[in-house]
């Protein structure tokens, strides 16, 4: 099964070190695979090294892709984390 959602980063500070170990971290719960996509760019979104490569800001629109038997509740997962601005404050 493969699920995709598109997010966009609402945190000032973007996909930086923290937000992207908080992705790569959660994403470790699942058995899922996962790609995270932005502006043409797609990587392995259990790496904290290949999301931080994706050098996301404030409003960028992230596509998220699980494919896996839980690739659903990863997905919904990740994109609520994403939408909640990794609880960094302005």
Do not use: Y
């Amino acid at each position: 099964m493969e699920i995709r959602r598109q997010v966009t980063i609402p945190n000032p500070s973007g996909l930086h070190a923290r937000p992207c170990h908080a992705l790569a971290s959660a994403a470790q719960a699942f058995q899922a695979s996962l790609e995270v996509a932005c502006e043409g760019r797609r990587v392995n979104g259990k790496s904290i090294l290949e999301l931080m490569t994706l050098c996301a800001g404030q409003g960028t629109v992230l596509e998220i892709v699980g494919r896996g038997a839980d690739a659903a509740a990863l997905v919904e997962a990740l994109a609520r984390l994403v939408e909640s601005g990794f609880d960094e404050r302005d």
